[in-house]
Structure formats: C-alpha cells, structure tokens
C-alpha cells in the first residue's frame, strides 16, 4: 500500500497553504502562555503531548534508577523497602499512563490529520480538553508521595487487598487521578476515532489509509473499550477504602481474584494499547527506508484487528498461578499462544519488505530495525509465559519483568523515539543530527540490553520481582543490569540534545524530507504551517 | 467528507478551565474521604465543572444556531456522541461481569463447589445463595429481606420502558414541525424521569430503614446499590439532558431536519432505557 499524489499537488497544497489564503479564518492566537493554554490546533496539542511524556518519561526514568541503584548490589543499601515498592509502583504507573500512553496520542495528533488530509482532528476543543487533564492527573499522581504514609506501593497493577485493605491513605488520591487520566483518554480515543472515520480527504477509503491510522483506529477502540472498565473497578476500589463495600473481601461474600479479572481485562488490551501504534509507526519507516511498498498491506490491517479481537480473550493469563479451574487455564493458555499468529504475520510483512530493498540506515530506520529485532524477542518470551504450567515457574520471576520491558521499552519506546526521527523535518523543517542520532542509538540498544536481557537468567534462576533484596546468587546479574539502566538513562539526555539541536536549526528538510516515503503527509512543506489541508486535498490512490 | 472546505471551530477558554475545575474537584474529594474535610474546597470544583459544562455546551449552541457548523461537524457529533455511549455500556459491563463473576463463581467456590473448592476451608459453615443473606463471616450483616421484584421495581420498569414512547413522539413531532406537539410529549416524558427518580428515592430509603441493603451489607448491597446507583446517576444526567431539550424547545431552538442535539438525547435516554432493563432482569428479578 503506497497511496500517491499526482505529482503537480504536493506543489499547489503547499501555496495555498503557505500563502494563507485562509488567514482572514484564523484570528491571531493569543501569544504567551494562554496561547498553549486554549489552543485548538492539533499541531500544538500534539507537541504539548509529546513534550509532557518527554518530561514524565525522566521523572519514571528517574524512579526506575532509583530502583536499579538500590539494586546495584545485595542488601539493604540505599532505601527503606516502603520507598522501594513506592518507586517501583511509581515507575510503572508513570511510564505506562503519562510517558508511553500520552507519546502515541501526541504522535496521533500531529500525524493522523496529516495522513487522511484533514485540516485538524473532529472535535478540536475536547482535544485541548484530553491534553490538559493529563497535567492535573498526573500532579495529583505525583503528589501522593508526600504524603503521610507515602504513595501507592502495591505494585502498577494495584491489586486488591494490597491497594484496599492493606493500602496507604493516599490510595483515594491515586484513584482520583487515576479518573481524570481515564477520562482523558476517553475523550482523546473518540477523537481520533471520529476524526478518522470522518474526516478523510475525498476518495480515501478506509483500505487507503497509511498503517499508523490503521493502527490508531483500533487502539481508539481498544480505548474507549476498556477504560471505563478500569474507571469501573477503581470505583469499586474507592467503595471498598470508603463505604464499606466487600467487593474485593471474601469476608463479605466478595472475592480478591474479581479484582484481577477486572483489572486485566483492562490491562491486557491496555497492553496492546501501547504497541498497537508502535506497529504503524514502524510500518511507515521500513518501506520508506527499504524503497519499496509496504509487503502485504491488507494482512497488516486484519492482523491489527485480529490482534485487538484476541485481546479480550486472553486476560487471564496473567493469573494463572491464582487457582483459576482447569478450563480457565486451557481456554488461557490457547487465546494467547493463538495472538502469536498475527504478530508473526506483521514480522514476517516487515522482514519481507526488507527483502532485496535499497536500504539506507537513517536514524528513524536504525530505531525500526532494532523494534523488529527486541520487540521479537519480547514476544517470543511472551509465548514462554503463555504456557500455563511453565508460568508457574515464571510468575512473578525476573523474567516477567524482562518479557514485558522488551516490549515496552525496545519496543514501544524505540517506535516512538524512531517516529520522532522520521517526522522531526516535518514538525522543525530541519533534519535531526545524524552523528548525535547515531550515538543515541547505539547507546540505547547497548544500555537497554545490558538491563533487560540479564533479567531473563535471574528471572529464570528464581529472582522474586518487586523485592529490594536478593540472594547472592543474583549479584552479577544485577550489577549488569544496574550499570546497563544508568547507561541507558544517560542516553536519553543525548535525545534531548538532538531534539532541541533539531528545533533550533541543522540541515534544511525539503516537503518529501525522505527519499521514499510517500504517505500525505510529506505533501505539506516542511515545517508544517500552522494550519494545512484547509481544503481537503484530493487523494488519488496508487495501484498495487 | 465533505467538498468544500472545512470547519474549524474558534478556541475556547473553556477546556482548560474545566480541567482545573476538575482537578479541583477531585482535590476536594479526596481530602473529604480521607482527612474529612474540604467539602468546600470539593463544592467549589464540583460548581466550577457544572459552570464550565454549562458555559461550553452554551457556546456550541450558539455557534450552531449561527449555522456556522456544516454536514461534516454533524457527522463528528454523532460519531462522539456514538462512542461516548459505547464507553458507557463498557462502564455498566464491567458491573455486570461483576453481578454475574460473584453469582456463578466467588460464591459457589466460597461454598466448596468445583475446582477452587479449597476456598470452603476458610468459612466452612457457609452456605451459597442469592440474594446473600449471610456473608462468610459472621460480624458482616446480611440484608434482612430483600426487594419483590413485582412492586415498586415492577413500576418503574414500565415508567422507564413507556418513557420511550412519549419521547419518540416528541421526536417525530420535531421532524414533523409540530412544536407543541414535540413540546409536550418531551414535558410527558420528563414527568416520567422524575417519577421514577422519585420512586427510586424511596426504595433506598426503603432499603437502609427497613430492608437492612446496605452498602456494607455483603456483596449483595454492594453489587445491590453498584448497579442502581450509577443507573440512577445515569437516569438524573439523562432527565438533566432532557430538560435542557425542554427550554431549547420553549426557546424555538432546532429545525426539522436539523436537531442532533435532540436526538442525542433520546440516544442517552434510550440507553439509561436498556441498561435498567438488564438491572430489573438481573439484580431484582433472577
């Protein structure tokens, strides 16, 4: 799939808007301050997303390296364990709802209008209204830490009792925060989802779209989907801590294990929420970067769709080890094992579309490739983990812990970063600094394998997650680990560097800034004026 | 997709702000819950996100009487409005797997029944059933009797469900152009939200003075007032929707063929509709 536009287009899309013929339409923005605070434009908002998960995904950072160092060696060395389960819980809800979760919407932002020809998404004051509850979420997050009796400590998946029963006050904090991000992400999810569905340039059909919308749509699903099922048992959590409720207390007739059901069958689709996106970002750049069309571009999109069915089936296999009956462990078992199908369809599509292209290692391109290599990793010990009996040895192991940073970090962390490569000469109109580029790469691939991959073997020799102590058989292990989280840590500073380099100046990017890239975005000049596709463009389809 | 150019509505000082109400608001809360106060502080946000609702919808109102939005921004509005409510069946969902996990599940294996039977050790003198008169332990007071189905919940079935039928008749009345038609059929069935608020106000009262449903009784009360009370929150936005419809009628709002607003309304109120059927089914009947 390689939608096309007539050649003269790129051309007249660029005049008109350049030439503002539509200026008399756009009153002058407030300047300053206000200007972010009220704007409607899908351009900024999306840059407010991009730059407040830049900014929680060092604050999470730091919390991971506060958790690293104490593990740096054996023994009780730094802080006192309630600190250590505030850090890791911290760490967790931060990176999953305000680093990784508000990256993909910004991107979704700045990119989908882009993509389908729309002049800004649907409904452009409720997305200044999903961005702006994302700050006031996550300062009230932030501010359980201090505190009396500390911030939540039981873990990101905040199961009941530990989260009721046996939680510190501020848990009603966490809760009500965890609401707002909730309702955020709603309304952001219906936006992207009627700004798709409706706004498309004339002639686009749906099989048109570029793979990132493709996979935004159904994320869009995913979400509205499931976070009201997360409002709702954070609600019950609320009751249970407030009102006397015995939802989660056997004691009263309720059981614990509803909570876990409920939490994960938000939390697995959650998941898939958070790579989803991933897919379609890396399904942009491997073909641009390989000169040739995406291989099988309509088994890419029934496998997203197949992948998102199959992820409300499959929720309990992170329960495995609760004493769940014995068909529940089969149907469990069988569900997940059965998403590797279209997972091995989309690595198989990237790694045809490799196949005898002119590849060319630009920065976007270098983050895509190591996606496709770690994110494989990821998930094939995700298969390990979807064997019930063998999950009775992983569970709640090192090895959980590595399985699922693979996919996360080196996975939708490198499609992000590989994203903000690629489109950085759209946003700034300047190329990122290829040199500084290369050294963030190679020192994230170094450092994110020094931490992760010595997890698997701790994991797998037994090490408990979530204990700041460990036997002495573990040391070299997570010395290896530890120095690796501090390399990698240290890096991103160097993505920093680039990203500001880039918005104040470096090599001037044409409209069409790579070579083969061919989606409508790259029709608009670079940078992208404030306001584009005025008039919807018209979209003529390339036959494959 | 639209021909022409696009629509792209002005800012709005409005967002913002509602996210500070909001913040606010949960602020307030939080401190009310946990440290017993600042109910002020909570009012405060609780007015500020009212105002900021008002105030938004109104601009909307008056930006699309000014016919300033196209076929395009109406197709956005109804996409919006058509998954906000599918969120809001998965917010009930979630609920009901909860009635359903407890009934089929957590209380039979509580009662050493199949594959968790194990769980019997922990309370062996614990029967299962439902409605659950006696939790596990003993300190957990039970419901003392529970709802007939056939009494007051039997009533406000039918006020619900027939509250359709003068509100669909308001609708065709707008379609048709007769305003009074539309204007009384709309107050008819608004008389009927507020009956059956009312009546559910006293089956609480009922439920904590006489019936021993309480909140803290066992999963029954919990699941019991879970259901309801979001429903009855959900009936009291609804009746608020309708209400505005109400003065926007008065006001000689909406044309024939163009009155999303209103329909999107009877969509809200259609879906309060069919959720408190599954809850008569579900919670007082079996």
Known sequence: MAPKLPPHHPVEQSTSAVAGGNAAAHPEPPRGILRWLLTTNHKEIGSLYLIFSLIMFFIGGIFALVVRAELFQPGMSLIRPEFFNQMTTMHGLIM??????????????????????????????????????????????????????????????????????????????????????????????????????????????MMDMPLFV??????????????????????????????????????????????????????????????????????????????????????????????????????????????????????????????????????????????????????????????????????????????????FQYHDT????????????????????????????????????????????????????????????????????????????????????????????????????????????GEKAPAKAWEGAVDLEWSVPSPAPLHTFETPPTFQRQQH | MSGGSYYVPATSKWPVLGSVALGVMMVGTGMVLVHGRGALIMTVGLVGVLAVMALWFRDVVVESRQGLYDAQMDRSFRQGMAWFI?????????????????????LPWLDGEGAKGVAALLWPDFTASWPLMSPPDSSIPGPAQTFSPWQLPLVNTLILVLSSIPLTVAHEGLKEGARETTRNWLLATLALAVTFIIIQGVEYYEAYAHYGITLEAGIYGATFFLLTGFHGLHVIIGATILAVMFVRIQRGHFSSDNHFGFEASCWYWHFVDVVWVGLFIFVYVF
């Open chain 1, 96 to 205: 999953v709802f305000a680093a990784v979760m508000p990256a993909f919407t910004g991107l979704a932002n700045w990119m989908i209008p882009l993509q389908i020809g729309a002049p800004d998404m649907a409904l452009p004051r409720l997305n200044n209204f999903s961005f702006w509850l994302l700050p006031v979420a996550f300062i009230l997050l932030l501010s359980t830490l201090l505190m009396p009796g500390g911030g939540p400590n039981f873990g990101w998946t905040f199961y009941a009792p530990l989260s009721t029963t046996y939680a510190p006050p501020s848990t009603t904090f966490f809760i009500l925060s965890l609401h707002i991000a909730g309702i955020s992400s709603i309304l952001g999810a219906i936006n992207i989802v009627a700004t798709i569905l409706n706004m498309r340039a004339p002639g686009m059909r």
């Open chain 1, 214 to 391: 493709w996979t935004w749509l159904i994320t869009a699903f995913l979400l509205i989907a499931v976070m009201p099922v997360l409002a709702g048992v954070i609600t019950m959590m609320l009751m249970d801590i407030n009102f006397g409720t015995h939802f989660f207390n056997a004691a009263g007739g309720g059981d614990p294990v509803l909570f876990q059901h409920l939490f994960w069958f938000f939390g697995h689709p959650e998941v898939y929420i958070m790579i989803l996106p991933a897919f379609g970002i890396v399904s942009a750049i491997i073909p641009t970067f390989a000169r040739k069309p995406l291989f099988g571009y309509a088994s890419m999109v029934y496998a997203t769709a197949s992948i998102a069915i199959l992820s409300f089936l499959v929720w309990a296999h992170h329960m495995f080890v609760v004493g769940l009956p014995l068909a529940a462990e089969l149907f469990f078992m069988y569900t997940t094992m059965l998403i590797a199908v279209p997972t091995g369809v989309k690595v198989f599509n990237w790694i045809t579309t490799l196949f005898r292209g002119s590849i060319s290692f630009e920065p976007p391109m270098l983050f895509a490739l190591a996606f496709v290599v770690l994110f494989t990793i990821g998930g094939l010990s995700g298969v390990m983990l979807a064997i019930a009996p063998a999950d």
């Open chain 1, 398 to 505: 090192y090895f959980v812990v590595a399985h699922f940073h693979y996919v996360l970090v080196p996975g939708a962390v490198f499609a992000i970063m590989a994203g903000v490569y690629y489109w950085l000469p759209k946003w700034t109109g300047h190329y990122p600094n290829v040199k500084l580029a290369q050294w963030h790469f190679w020192l994230s691939v170094v450092g994110v394998n020094l931490t992760f991959f010595p997890m698997h073997f701790s994991g797998l020799a037994g090490m408990p997650r979530r204990i700041p102590d460990y036997a002495l058989q573990f040391a070299d292990f997570n010395l290896v680990s530890s120095l690796g989280s501090f390399l990698f840590g240290a890096s991103q500073l160097v993505f920093v560097a680039v990203v500001i380099l880039c918005v104040r100046g």
């Open chain 2, 86 to 106: 599918f969120s809001e069946v998965m917010f009930f969902a979630a609920f009901f797997g909860t009635l359903f996990y407890i009934r089929v599940f957590a």
